[in-house]
């Protein structure tokens, strides 16, 4: 069995990657599945514990930080967020790859700590014009907007910083194209001679069964 990718989806709000995420989700049924991370926020309407997030107590996050069962975490906004070991745990031994919806801090994290499983695609619409725009049609006071677009220029900064543990740069143009493109990432991942172990590569890449009486 190789080990499970882990598929980061980065990018300001409006880039697309949730959406971009729903795609690949259906189109990789049965191999990929989002990695659920916790977190010390209330649910919002519509949220369900164990799908959305595990939802925890401040208390109880701050215990298992402290029990050391995240592979990380980060404080948001006042709330805490983090990747616990067990999920990945679980992904490994499932065999699925996972994709993730983690900030980008969290995807350098992976990157530096995983580097051989870890994929950061960094989604940007084609524009900073056309970035406010779809910022705007999301709806929400000027004053929302002017937060959403700092953190935009927050994350636009840690990735001039960090661009050789950026893997992918996707431009979101045109949202059909922009899946295919990421799931064509996903194929060429996979095939990444890494991914099978010294003993499926030393058994794929040799004559040894073969009908030719050679040995
Ligand atoms: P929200 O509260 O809107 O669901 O998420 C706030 C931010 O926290 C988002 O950027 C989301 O991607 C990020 N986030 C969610 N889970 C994790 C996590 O486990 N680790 C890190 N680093 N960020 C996370």
Known sequence: ???????????????????VRKHLLETFRGSLSVCVTATSRAPRPGEVDGVSYHFLTRDDFVQRIQQGDFVEWQETHGNLYGTLKKTLEDARSSGQDLVFDIDIRGALFFRAHFPESTVVLFLVPPTATELVARLRARGGSEEEIRTRLKTAEGEYSIFHANQSAIDYLVVNNDLPNTVAEVEAVVRAERLRCCRHSPERRAELCSLKDSQSGEE
Request: charged share 5%.
């Open 1 to 19: 069995m190789s080990a499970s990718i882990f598929f980061i989806l980065v990018g300001p709000a409006g880039s697309g990657k949730t959406t």
